[in-house]
């Protein structure tokens, strides 16, 4: 069984540009979640989605923001990067708000 | 207030001795989950062990157990028989409304405890 599959793995971008990153899911997993890593916050909730609704979203401005498409599958984006935006960025995906939650390797997001 | 303590930053530990990482949490939630996750060099989250609030006995997953203290508000991870490859950052994290309908928040973390196991 394919696992949460995240792209791209590594970016860099430059401060005032935007991305998308994109999360498949594990096959029959409705809610996909996304969390931020830092050195200096640790992990951070970002939002969750179920069955194409935003279910709730952590403390972050509007430059961050996502959808989920009838498929499961997920995005996220940041527009009007900062630098202090540097992060990985994991997906998480689960069958519903009562499974424990299984994650992707990540994608690493340098901002210069 | 932080939600999840872990007091441990980083711990040695000398390969199949045992190990106990700390984990505190604080809510006010009856309802709620409580993980415990590895994160290797790779940076990928690992799914260890989960214990309901209202589960009565203490969860166990192979190697992996989770000493659970409700009235403590404690949830330790404890591993036996540690190996080589235990190396690498522990996670404790909390899901509040937990089988409730609810936990829609995700998921709260620790800052982590940076295991390494020495031969």
């Known amino acids: 069984k394919a696992g949460v599959t995240q792209t791209p793995r590594y970016l860099i971008k430059t401060r005032g540009q935007q991305v998308t990153l994109s999360c498949s899911p594990i096959?029959?997993?409705?809610?996909v979640s996304w969390y931020q890593q830092t050195p200096g916050q640790g992990l951070q909730f970002l939002f969750e989605y179920f069955s194409e609704t935003q279910r709730n979203k952590g403390n972050f401005p509007g430059r961050f923001s996502g959808r989920q498409f009838s498929n499961s599958r997920s995005e996220m984006n940041v527009s009007t990067l900062e630098l202090g935006d540097s992060a990985l960025y994991l997906c998480?995906?689960?069958?519903?708000?009562?499974?424990?939650?299984?994650f992707g390797e990540g994608s690493r997001l340098t901002v210069l | 207030a932080q939600k999840i303590t872990q007091t441990q930053p980083g711990m040695f530990v000398q390969e199949k001795e045992a190990v106990t990482l700390d984990c505190t949490y604080d809510?006010?939630?009856?309802?709620?989950?409580l993980f415990w996750y590895k994160q290797p060099s790779s940076g990928e989250m690992i799914f260890l062990i989960y214990q309901g609030s209202y589960d009565q006995q203490n969860a166990t997953e192979g190697r992996y157990s989770l000493n659970f203290q409700k009235a403590r508000k404690s949830a330790n991870l404890v591993i036996s028989a540690s190996q080589l490859g235990d190396s690498a950052m522990y996670f404790c994290?909390?899901?509040?409304?937990w089988g409730s309908g609810g936990g829609a928040d995700g998921l709260t973390f620790g800052k982590g405890t940076h295991l390494i196991i020495q031969p």
């Open positions: 096959s029959g997993h409705r809610s």
């Open positions: 809510t006010s939630d009856p309802s709620y989950g």
């Open positions: 998480a995906s689960s069958l519903g708000n009562t499974g424990e939650l299984f």
């Open positions: 994290a909390m899901r509040e409304g």
